[in-house]
C-alpha cells in the first residue's frame, strides 16, 4: 500500500503527483493489465524478442 504523508501548507497538487509518481513506479496497474488475461511464454519471448529488434534498429539509426 502506497501511504503519502500531506506536509502542512504543501500543496493537494504536490501531493497527488508524488502519489502518481509512485503508483506509476510500482508499475501496479501493468501488473494488474498483465493479469487479466493469460500470456502464452512463447507469446511473451515473441514480443520480447522484436521490442530488441526494434530498440537495436532505433539506435542503430541514431548512431548512424
Do not use: C, H
Request: glycine fraction near 2%.
Amino acid at each position: 500500500m502506497i501511504i503519502e504523508k500531506v506536509k502542512k501548507g504543501e500543496n493537494i497538487n504536490q501531493v497527488l503527483k508524488r502519489f502518481k509518481r509512485k503508483w506509476r513506479d510500482r508499475k501496479i496497474v501493468q501488473e494488474l493489465r498483465e493479469r487479466q488475461s493469460f500470456t502464452k511464454p512463447s507469446v511473451k519471448k515473441r514480443k520480447q524478442k522484436q521490442k530488441a529488434i526494434y530498440l537495436q534498429a532505433k539506435y542503430n539509426r541514431e548512431n548512424i
